[in-house]
C-alpha cells in the first residue's frame, strides 16, 4: 500500500467512525424524543445504542481491535468494565436495597 | 482585609499555644506534641544549614529521578510518621487507663488522636513502606535500568509528601479531623464541624491520592513493558507479582476515594448535598463509595508485605520458594476478589439479610487463596536450611499472628456475629492483628533484608532481633486483651467507659504499647549503631544472605544505572541459579556502552512546596494563595512540556571500571559458608564463589 | 536500543508506524500509561454516575431532570464534540503522514473551536438551569447532576488547554518525537471523552424527557 492510499485508509477509518456514531447518536435522539417502545422499552434501546456506539468510537476513533499486539489494552479495558460493572451494579443495588427499605 | 489576606486563620488557631491559653492537661500533651514537631523541624533545619547537608539534600535527593533514592525517601518519610503514629497509640493508651475515671484527655482531642493515627499509619507509614519498597526492589529484579517514567515517580513522592506536611502542619496549626480516618459524614459535615478538621482530611487524602494513583500507573508500565529479555511473567519473583497486583489495586481502587473525597469537598465547600443530613444528601453513599476504596486498600497494604515475606522466606530457607504457581494464582485471586466485599465494613447499615450474606460469603471466600499463602509459606520452611535471623523472627510471630488475625477475620466475615461485635474494641484488635504482622512485621524484616542492598554494610544482628521480640511481645500485649474487652462489650473509639472490669485489660495494653514504643525506640538505635559499626559491617559484594533474584546480583550499594548490561534470564531466580552453577560473577561482553540516565528534575520539590500551600490556604480559605499555588503547580507541569533536558551521561569506561572491580573483587572474595553471616567476615560475596 | 524490532511494536490508538523511528518506539510505554490514566478515570466517572443512579428520587421537591433538559441544545452539543472528534483524527492522520506542521496545526485549532462551541453552550445550559433554580445546593439530585456534567465540562476544559498547549509546541519544536506522542495521547484523551458523554446523554439526559 502507498502511502496515499494508507493516509485516505485512515482517513476513512475516521470518517466510517464518525458516520456511524452519528446515525447512533440520531437513533437515541430519535428514540427518546418520540418514544416508541415505553419506558422500559425506552431505557433498553438507549443502552443497547450507547452500547453500540460506545464499540464504535473504541474501534475507530481509539483503534482498538483484536489483534494480537492490542491485547494487552484490550484485556485493561475489558478488566476496567469488569470492575466498574461490579462497583455500579454494587452500588445500586444495595442503595436501592436500603431505599426500599426506608420507604 | 485581614480575612481577605489570612482567611479564617487566626491567632486562636495555632494549636502550640493552647497550652498557655488553657493549661489543661489535654492542652499540655497536644501543644507538647506541636511543640515537638516545631523542635523536631527546626533541628533538621539547624543540622542542615550548620552541617551543610542541605546540598546534598537538594542537588542529590530531592531532585533525583533514581527508583532507589525515592524508594529511600519513601521509607524515610514513612519512618518518621510511624514514629508519630506510635507515639499517638501509646498516648491512646494510657488515656484507657484512666477512662474509667473519664480519662485526661478531652474526649475531642481523643478522637483527633484516633483520627490522625488512622489517617497516618494506613496513608502515610505503611503505604509509604511498601512504595518505597517497590520502588527499591521492583525495577531491580525485573532487571531494569529504572520505573517507566521516572519523572512522574518524583512526581509521586512529592504528592505523598503533601499529604504527609498537611498532617503535620495540622498538629501546630488548628486542627485535624475527629470523625476517624473514614471521615463519614455526617458527622464531618459542616453542620457538625464547621472547623478545618475534616478538610485537613480532604487535601491530605486528596493530594496524596493523585501520588498513590499514579504510583500504580507507574509501575504497572513498568512491569509490564520495561522487563528485561527472558523476564517471562512467570519467572518474575513473587514481590514483583504483588507489586503488579498492587499496581491494579491502585489503579482502580483510588478512583472511588478520589470521587468520594471531591463530593465530600463540594458539600463543604460549596454546600453540595450529596452526603448531608437535608435536601436530598445520602451519606450512604458515602460508606459505600469510601469502602469501594477501602478494602482494596487493605489488599493494597497487605499484598506487597506477602511479597516481601515469599521473597525473604526462600532466602533464609536456602530453598527455592514452594508453590510459585499457586502463589501467583493466589495473589491474583485476592487482588480480584478484593472489589467484591467492599460492604462487610458496614454490614449494619440497614440493607436487607440477602445483601450481607452474598457478601459475608464474598468475605469468607477470600480466606481461600490467603490461606494457600499461608501454607505455602510453611512449605517453603518445611526441609529448607534456616537461618534463624531476624527475618524469620518477625516471620514466626507473622505466621502465628496472621493467624489469629485472619480467623478473627472470618468471625467478622459472618453477619450475625458482624451485628453484636461491629464498632466494638474487638475490631480494634482484629485489624491491628492483621495490619501488624502482616504488614508491618514485613517491612521491618525487609529493612533488616535489603538495608545492606542500598547502603552497603548490614545492620546489627542483635539490635535487630531485640527489635523484633520487643514489637512481637509488644504487639501481643497491647492488642491481644482488646479480643477480650470488645467481647466484653468495650466500644472503640470512646474516650471513656464506666465497666471497672476492663480497668486489668487496659493496664496490660498500655504495657504492651510502652513496650512497641520500646521497639520503636531500639528500631532507632540499631541504625544509630549499624551505621557507627559500618566498617566492620560492610558488605560491598552486594549479595550477604545467599539471595536468589536479579538485586542481588548488583554490587552494594548498587550503582546509579543498576546493571552495566540488561541481564537476560532463562529461569525463576537466575541469580540462585547461576551461583549454583558457577556462573555468576562473569563478565561475557565487552562492548560498554555510556549509560543514560533519567534527567533530574525539580518538579517534585515544587509539588512539594506548592502542594502544601495549597492545602493549607483550602484548608484556611486563603483564596489568593490557593489560586496562586494552584498556578505554579499548573504552570510548572505545562512548562514541564517545553523543557528539555539531557540525562546524565554515566561513560562506558566508569560502567566497566565499576563492574570489572565488583567483579574481581568477588572472584577472590572471602565466602561465608551462611552460618556465620552475620559476623564481620560477610563482606557480601557468595560462598559459592569461592567453591567454584 | 530495541530499534530492530521497532516496526513490532504496536500500541492501541492510532500508530505512527515504524518511518517514524524514535517516537514510534517512545509511544508504546508510554501510551499504554495513558490508557492505564484512562481507565483509571473512567471508574472515576462511573463512581459519579453511580452516585447519579441513586440520587435520581433525592430532588427534595426541587427542579427534576425533566425540567432542565433542553433536548435541542444537547444534541447540537453532541454534534459539536462528535465533529470535534473528527477533526482531531484528521490532525492524527495528517501528522503520521507527513503534513506540515502547519496543517496539523490548523486542524487541531479547528477541533478546539468545536470543543469550545461544546462548552459554551453547556455553560449556556449550565446558566439557564440556575436561572430555573435548579443550582447544585438545591437538592441531592442537583448536586449530583452538577457534579457529573461538570466534571465532563471539566474534562473538556482541561483538553481544551491541552490542545492549545500541543499547538504552541508544534509551533516550537516542530513535530519533534516527544511532541508526537503527546498529540497521540491528547487524541486519546479527546475520543475518550467523546464516550464519556455518550453515557451522560443516554443516563442524564434523554431519559429525562419520559413522558
Known sequence: MSDKNKRAHDLRMYFTGFGLAVTLTALSFLTAILQPFGPVGLFASLAVLAIAQVIVHFRFFLHIDLSRQKREDLQLILFTVLIIAIMVAGTVWVLGNLMTRMM | MEHFIFGRLGWDDIAIFDVFRDPTVSNIVGSSAGWLAVIGGVVVAALLLIKGWWRPLLFEWLNTTDHKKIG??????????????????????????????????????????????????????????????????????????????????????????????????????????????????????????????????????????????????????????????????L???????????????????????????????????????????????????????????????????????????????AIFAGKRIYGYTSLVIATMAIAVLSFTVWLHHFFTMGQSPTINVAFGIATMLIAIPTGVKVYVWIATLWGGRIRMRTPIIYLAGFILFFAVGGYTGILLANPTINFTVHNSQFVVAHFHNVLLPGTLFAVLASIYVWFPKFFGFRLDERWSATTAWLFIIGFTFAFMPLYMVGLMGLPRRSPAFDDPSYIPYMIVTMGGALCVFAALCTLIGTFVVSAKRREELAVPGGDPWDGRTLEWATPSPVPEWNFAFLPEVKCQDAFAVEKAQGSAYKIEREDFEDIELAPKSWIGLTIIVFGTLLGFAMVFWIWWLAVLSALALLAHAIGLGFVRDEGEII???????????????????????RTDEVSARNRGFSARITEA | MTTSTSHLQSHPGLNLGAAHGQAHADAEPVVFGFWIFLMSDLVTFAMFFAVYATSLQATAGGPGNADIVDVTSIALQTGALLVSSLLFGIATVAMKHGSAARTVIFWLIASLAFGLCFLGLEVRDFIDAADKGAVPMRSGYLSAFWALVGLHGLHVAVGSVMILVVCTQIAFFGLASDVKTRVLRLGLYWHFLDIIWIGIFSVVFLPGLLT
Open chain 2, 235 to 313: 519467572r518474575m519473583p513473587i514481590f514483583v507479582w504483588t507489586a503488579l497486583c498492587t499496581s491494579i489495586l491502585l489503579i482502580f481502587a483510588l478512583p472511588p476515594l478520589t470521587a468520594v473525597v471531591i463530593m465530600q469537598a463540594l458539600d463543604r465547600y460549596l454546600d453540595f448535598h450529596f452526603f448531608t443530613n437535608d435536601l436530598g444528601g445520602n451519606m450512604m453513599n458515602f460508606a459505600n463509595l469510601f469502602w469501594m476504596f477501602g478494602h482494596p486498600e487493605v489488599y493494597i497494604l497487605i499484598l506487597p508485605a506477602f511479597g516481601l515475606y515469599s521473597e525473604f522466606t
Open chain 2, 651 to 673: 561513560p562506558a569506561d566508569v560502567v566497566e571500571r565499576t563492574e570489572r572491580d565488583w567483579i574481581a573483587a568477588a572472584r577472590q572474595g572471602q565466602g561465608t559458608d
Open chain 2, 72 to 233: 529511600i525517601m519513601y521509607i524515610v518519610v514513612g519512618l518518621v510518621m510511624f514514629a508519630r503514629g506510635v507515639a499517638e497509640g501509646v498516648v491512646m493508651r494510657t488515656q484507657y487507663v484512666t477512662a474509667f475515671e473519664g480519662g485526661y484527655l478531652t474526649a475531642d482531642h481523643f478522637s483527633e488522636l484516633f483520627s490522625t493515627h488512622g489517617t497516618i499509619m494506613i496513608f502515610f507509614a505503611l503505604m509509604p513502606f511498601l512504595i518505597g519498597f517497590m520502588n527499591l526492589l521492583v525495577p531491580l529484579m525485573i532487571g531494569a535500568r529504572d520505573v517507566a517514567f521516572p519523572r512522574l515517580n518524583q512526581i509521586s513522592l512529592g504528592f505523598t509528601i503533601v499529604g504527609a506536611m498537611l498532617l503535620m502542619v495540622s498538629l501546630v496549626i488548628g486542627k485535624f479531623a475527629t470523625g476517624g480516618w473514614t471521615g463519614y459524614p455526617p458527622y464531618t459535615g459542616v453542620a457538625f464541624q464547621p472547623g478545618t478538621g475534616p478538610d485537613y482530611w480532604i487535601w491530605s487524602l486528596g493530594l496524596s491520592g493523585i501520588g498513590s494513583l499514579l504510583t500504580g500507573l507507574n509501575f504497572a508500565v513498568t512491569i509490564y513493558k520495561m522487563r528485561c529479555p527472558g523476564m517471562t511473567y
